[in-house]
């Protein structure tokens, strides 16, 4: 069984300032603006895109909704619930598939993204942040700023990155997550032609290959990305907070299904260890669902869930 260590350093032992790892290197940087912004650029094109030339087929549709949901949960389900706060403990195999499915959301390196969020939760909303919105103030040009750095500019600053010995070193010791983090590079290539190799073999033409790689591919990495930044960004502006928390994460409920359950994140900085963030009836969590099929199967065990006596306590006045 893989074992995850509790979500790194808590404020205390963090202290007030942020602890910054190397400055990122030209090459590693130059890597960022290609991966983030030529998926943006065929997103922007999409809609034109399908308007003139009529080149959005059932399998591309097909496709990009199977590419998303499967990168979806590597990140939430493994990047996330299981690296980052260690929400359950999964067997070998599943470990490494979500490894593997997470590093191709192409949202980075596994290591380097856990330690990110986990600098995040110990310094929320507060100087160290990597991400958060509230960073030039309060007023409305301020929020317009921070919106920005929150949701992706934060990734664009060549110094705005994290001691991965401090932050992940759990992660660093074991083999398996090591190894997949170093061929991020084949995950990467892997997210971006395997939906373009299925295309062509399902239309049987160069031309499905071609859609397939625009929809399934480009237009999903970058819908996918913003999903995923959304939690970042409007999650840490917008919604309610019913629970307790010591920083301004909100629930926002029109981006759950998109977001595999993340976005009810006030109730996740609440508990930051619940494998379930849609707490209350109703709320949408897949990625919770998945946690619990993977329990019934005997893929994992130790499951953090949330207990009625531990959500009334957090339950905000």
Not at 15 to 26: I, L, N, T
Not at 177 to 186: P, Q, R, S, T
Not at 192 to 202: R, T
Not at 227 to 240: L, V
Request: proline share 6%; aromatic share 12%.
């Amino acid at each position: 069984m893989a074992t995850i260590t509790q979500t790194g350093p808590t404020p205390a032992q963090a202290g007030p300032k942020p602890v910054h790892g190397e400055v990122r290197d030209a090459g590693r940087q130059s890597l960022v603006y290609l991966f983030l912004l030529v998926p943006m650029a065929a997103l922007a094109a999409a809609v034109p895109f399908a308007w003139t030339t009529g080149l959005l087929s059932w399998t591309d549709i097909a496709l990009s909704v199977g590419f998303y949901l499967l990168t979806l949960h590597g990140i939430t389900v493994g990047f996330h619930r299981l690296f980052t706060h260690g929400s359950f403990k999964p067997n070998r195999p599943v470990k490494i598939a979500l490894a593997i499915l997470g590093s191709m959301s192409v949202q980075g390196p596994l290591i380097t993204w856990v330690a990110d969020h986990r600098r995040h939760h110990a310094f929320s909303d507060k100087e160290g942040d990597p991400h958060s919105p509230w960073i030039y103030g309060t007023s409305a040009l301020a929020l317009s700023k921070g919106f920005w750095h929150a949701h992706m500019g934060w990734m664009f600053q060549p110094r705005n990155t994290t001691n991965e010995e401090r932050f992940a070193p759990d992660l660093r010791r074991d083999p398996d997550l090591v190894m997949v983090d170093k061929l991020f590079w084949v995950w990467t290539v892997a997210t971006f032609f395997l939906p373009a190799v299925l295309g062509g073999l399902i239309t049987m033409s160069w031309t499905g290959a071609l859609t397939a790689f625009f929809w399934a591919s480009l237009v999903r990495v970058s819908a996918l990305h913003h999903a995923t930044w959304s939690t970042n960004s409007i999650c840490h502006m917008i919604g309610e907070r019913p629970f307790k928390s010591r920083d301004k994460a909100a629930n926002f409920w029109p981006l759950a299904l998109l977001s595999g359950g993340e976005s009810w994140h006030n109730s996740h900085h609440a508990d930051q260890t619940w494998a379930r963030h849609g707490v209350k009836r109703g709320q949408i969590d897949t990625s919770a669902r998945i946690i619990w099929l993977l329990e019934r199967a005997g893929w994992a065990k130790d499951v953090k869930w949330p207990t009625p006596e531990r959500v009334a306590k957090l339950t905000a006045d």
